[in-house]
């Protein structure tokens, strides 16, 4: 199985800040790489696909990048409904995977 | 706009079989380059991929379940199923059923469905 490694684990920011998550995949996976926010009791919801390619409705504050092993997600500009926590997800190779998670909290 | 929705048992006894179905509504489950996936999330945990099943039927399940896990599809209804055999404590989960494909991953979610293996 592909590992997913998501770091930081926690991160601590404030509105405005710019946010960078990362993420690397124990083997390439090309671009195929998704990011999920999720908040408590509710369902992920996708972000990104194909490494940088925006789902529709996401604000642009929101962008992905990287290929191969390392990607990361970008949060330009912090808001009050982006305290949540992020996951990374392969569909390179089966099975798909995910990282384990990155929670940002408010400082 | 695709709509899935999970149905089926909150609660289920170790060692017997977990089954659920998801509606699909939107849009034909037997139509278009997609994938339909069962994940599963445990309390305060992350998220885990179970599997899922092509338009055609081929499927494709996690190894880390697969001699416990069957999906199905039911295109007469627009539904597929997931069943888990076996179950014990650790397959307590919030279950989701999604679309993938098309060079995406998971676009969409249905609202997910919390089952319990419990005596």
């Known amino acids: 199985d592909i590992q997913m490694t998501q770091s930081p684990s926690t991160l601590s920011a404030s509105v405005g800040d710019r946010v960078t998550i990362t993420c690397r995949a124990s083997q390439s996976i090309s671009s195929w790489l998704a990011w999920y926010q999720q908040k408590p009791g509710k369902v992920p919801r996708a972000l990104i696909y194909?490494?940088?390619s925006l789902e529709s409705g996401v604000p642009s504050r929101f962008s992905g990048s990287g290929s191969g092993t390392e990607f990361t997600l970008t949060i330009s500009s912090l808001q009050p409904d982006d305290f949540a926590t992020y996951y990374c997800q392969q569909y390179n190779s089966y099975p798909w995977t995910f990282g384990q998670g990155t929670k940002v909290e408010v400082k | 706009q695709v709509q899935l929705q999970e149905s089926g048992p909150g609660l289920v006894k170790p060692s017997q079989t977990l089954s659920l179905t998801c509606t699909v509504s939107g849009g034909s489950i037997s139509s278009g380059n997609y994938y339909w996936s069962w994940i599963r999330q445990p309390a305060g945990k992350g998220l885990e991929w179970l599997g899922h099943i092509y338009t055609s039927g081929n499927t494709k399940y996690n190894p880390s379940l697969e001699s416990r896990v069957t999906i199905s599809l039911d295109t007469s209804k627009n539904q597929f199923s997931l069943k888990l055999n076996s179950v014990t404590a650790a397959d307590t989960a919030v279950y989701y059923c999604?679309?993938?494909?098309?060079?995406?991953?998971?676009?969409?979610w249905g609202q997910g469905t919390l089952v319990t293996v419990s005596s």
């Open positions: 194909k490494a940088s």
């Open positions: 999604a679309r993938d494909g098309n060079q995406r991953a998971f676009e969409y």
